[in-house]
């Protein structure tokens, strides 16, 4: 399987990364009758060439972190199911956010805010109807309208953000049926300067790496 790998990788282009798995389902089933069914899936690391003199370097990159493209291909003779993912989108914003008029019992310490940084470790996993897309033109777009809405989203929480990300998504994308979005909160709690008379108008914070709530759901057309 390896090897096939190889050759293939040789022999066809390997961009998309859910057509080229295709082939490579197509080819396992064609030449292997006790096969039934081909699970591929694949993880695609991004890197960026470096900028130089105003221009971007031929042959030179930097990695852009920790984020990952992801496709998951299943196929039978019969038919093939597509998913493609995000993993590992960090992103973060300074204002229009807030978490105020939660529910609350006899243990609970949290206090509203109005006016907090939100930031979230982004996860999403969507599945497509058809296979014959542009799968690589609508992964770039799902990840801009993802981003799109959080920086412009009036958070009042980060499931509200998350719904409206997940809603945008089913909206502009035809092809696509549901979307599972996962976010980690990830805080930055406000310093307290106060014991140095000093004030801390939404200036200075600390990350604060767990313990984090994990706010997951997963939206369907009907």
């Known amino acids: 399987m390896k090897n096939t790998l190889y050759v293939l990788a040789k022999q066809f282009p390997v961009e998309p990364v ?17 096969v039934s069914k081909v699970d591929v899936s694949a993880v695609e690391k991004y890197w960026n060439r470096i900028p130089i003199g105003g221009g971007s370097h031929r042959f030179a990159f930097a990695s852009a972190g920790k984020e990952q493209r992801t496709s998951e291909v299943v196929g039978t003779r019969e038919e093939l199911r597509i998913r493609a993912g ?24 949290l206090v509203d805010t109005h006016d907090r940084i939100l930031s979230t470790n982004l996860h999403a996993h969507w599945r497509y109807e058809g296979n014959e897309l542009p799968f690589s033109q609508m992964w770039h777009g799902v990840r801009q309208v993802l981003l799109e809405n959080f920086a412009n989203h009036d958070s009042r929480s980060l499931q509200h953000t998350l719904y409206a990300m997940g809603e945008a998504i089913l909206r502009n994308f035809d092809p ?45 057309k009907s």
């Open 18 to 34: 859910e057509d080229f798995s295709m082939r490579l389902i197509g080819h396992f089933l064609t030449d292997n009758a006790q």
């Open 86 to 109: 995000i993993e590992n989108l960090i992103v973060l914003k300074t204002s229009q956010s807030a978490f105020e008029g939660f529910l609350r019992n006899p243990h609970t310490t």
């Open 176 to 220: 696509i049926r549901e979307i599972r979005l996962s976010l980690p909160n990830q805080h930055y709690n406000l310093v307290d300067l106060s014991r140095f008379g000093l004030t801390n108008e939404n200036e200075i914070f600390l990350p604060i790496d767990e313990p984090h709530g994990l706010v997951e759901a997963t939206l369907k």
